[in-house]
């Protein structure tokens, strides 16, 4: 056996190793994941019983700038996930932000549904679509981010 014999991978071998470094890890995900939460639950809290009822209802502009803290949570959250896991930040950082968004809409349906006694409007389904698009693509840019200023440190 010579010495290009003994160091020979097979491609399956390969594939799977790259796998294993591209696979998000579940501890980067809820650390992303914890960050956005930390952030975005109290900022909705505060914005939903704003003086006894939503921001947005008010005649003021003020849910602007609710909205603008929680979409930054999204982006920090994701710079986060780009910087712990740069071979996969992209995947790392919308994971963290699926599983941050399906709590946020849990909690959301669970605070209509049970504490509020109120549906669920289309225009506020319609709301929510958009945002979990947007969580996404702000978490993915945020990665990107992140991933970028990792690569300089190095």
């Known amino acids: 056996m010579n010495e290009h014999e003994s160091s020979y991978e097979w491609p399956s071998q390969v594939g799977l190793a790259h796998r294993r470094l591209s696979a998000p890890r579940w501890p980067d995900v809820v ?11 109290p900022t909705l809290a505060v914005e939903e019983d704003w003086h006894g009822h939503p921001m947005i209802d008010e ?3 003020l849910w602007v700038l609710a909205a603008c803290l929680v979409a930054a949570a999204f982006v920090i959250g994701g710079v986060v996930a ?26 959301d349906v669970l605070r209509r ?14 709301l929510w679509c958009l945002g979990v698009v947007t969580a996404l693509v702000l978490s993915a840019a945020g990665s990107m981010l992140g991933r ?6 190095h």
Do not use: E, K, N, W
Request: aromatic share 2%; with cysteine.
């Open 59 to 61: 005649p003021t502009h």
């Open 113 to 126: 549904l049970v504490l509020v006694h109120d549906g669920l409007p289309i225009p506020v389904v319609r």
């Open 148 to 153: 970028r200023l990792t690569a300089r440190q």
């Open 82 to 107: 780009g910087h712990r896991r740069p071979s996969a930040a992209a995947i790392v950082a919308t994971t963290a932000a699926c599983v941050a968004v399906a709590v946020l809409l849990a909690c």
């Open 31 to 41: 650390v992303s994941a914890f960050l956005v939460l930390a952030v975005a639950v």
